[in-house]
């Protein structure tokens, strides 16, 4: 997944706001939140060419807890159907080692959040 460049302008695009969670795993669906899931502004729109990142936190100040990121693009998106999520995975063997795109279902999502091995 490519990195904006230093002279890339970065913009708080959109919040998408969460209804009350039980403390598993959560999903939105970005053309359209449901479920109690609210986005603003409204409606919120995928441009290509746009390099998005994605996190999520409770809390705020020395309490706040966060998520790791995700970034995605539309053509990330693209690959997306019903059940399965977007995650990457540090590549070593690439030239220079980054991260990149792996889809995975939401199962195996579940599974590997609940390993310790996958905490930070």
């Known amino acids: 997944m490519p990195h904006p460049?230093?002279?890339?302008?970065?913009?708080a695009d959109v919040d998408f706001i969460a209804p009350s969670l039980d403390g598993q795993s959560a999903s939105v669906r970005l053309d359209a939140p449901d479920g109690g899931w609210t986005v603003e502004p409204k409606p919120?729109?995928?441009?290509?060419?746009v390099l998005y990142h994605a996190f999520g936190y409770q809390g705020g100040g020395s309490s706040q807890v966060n998520t790791d990121h995700v970034s995605f693009s539309v053509d990330s998106v693209?690959?997306?159907k019903p059940g399965l999520v977007l995650v990457q995975r540090y590549d070593e063997r690439r030239s220079p080692p980054d991260s990149v795109d792996?889809?995975?279902?939401?199962?195996e999502f579940d599974r590997q959040a609940q390993d310790p091995i996958n905490c930070q």
């Open 102 to 107: 792996v889809v995975i279902t939401q199962e």
């Open 44 to 49: 919120f729109v995928l441009r290509p060419g």
């Open 5 to 11: 460049s230093s002279a890339a302008t970065v913009v």
């Open 78 to 80: 693209k690959k997306l």
